[in-house]
Structure formats: C-alpha cells, structure tokens
C-alpha cells in the first residue's frame, strides 16, 4: 500500500453500504463514522486506530496476522479490497 492511511480512511468510510467478503466468502457491509465502523451484519464494531494499526503492518499474508485487533476477518478484507487499496 502506498498511500496514506488518511486516504486509505476516506475511501473506508466512502464505500458505507458497499458489500464485501471476508477470506472464507462470508459477504458483509458497513456503516462508517470517524471513530470506526459498525457492521450491518453482525453486532460487532471495528475502532478507527484498528484500521490504522492493520494499515501500517500491510502487506500481511491473512487475517490472521491481525488476530490481535478487533474483527481481523473483516479489517483485513476492507483494507485488501481494490475499492479500498486504491
């Protein structure tokens, strides 16, 4: 990824409601705020500093190299999307 995690964010926070897939094929979306995301699907809520915490440890070979942030499945599928990676 070369880019900044700032333009990395507002293209996260852009894509609100697109849907996505997790490694293992699950589809998902999201509704994002400055503070983070919260999934459409599930309960769960991914913090804005888990994002920028995964950004800067890419490239990464799977979510399970983010296990230690929130939502790693859904964190890493964002942020290798091409929609997301610019």
């Known amino acids: 990824m ?5 333009a990395t964010w507002e293209r996260v926070k852009s894509l609100t ?10 589809q998902f979306s999201y509704r994002a705020a400055n ?10 809520a ?3 500093a888990d ?3 995964a950004f800067e440890r890419m490239p990464v070979s799977g979510p399970g190299a983010l296990q ?3 939502g790693p499945s859904y964190v890493y599928a964002i942020l290798m999307d091409p929609r997301v990676r610019g």
């Open 2 to 6: 070369n880019d900044t995690f700032e």
């Open 17 to 26: 409601d697109a849907t996505f897939t997790t490694v293992r094929g699950k």
């Open 35 to 44: 503070g983070g995301i919260s999934m459409n699907t599930t309960k769960r």
């Open 46 to 48: 991914v913090p804005r």
């Open 51 to 53: 994002f920028k915490k």
């Open 68 to 70: 230690d942030l929130q």
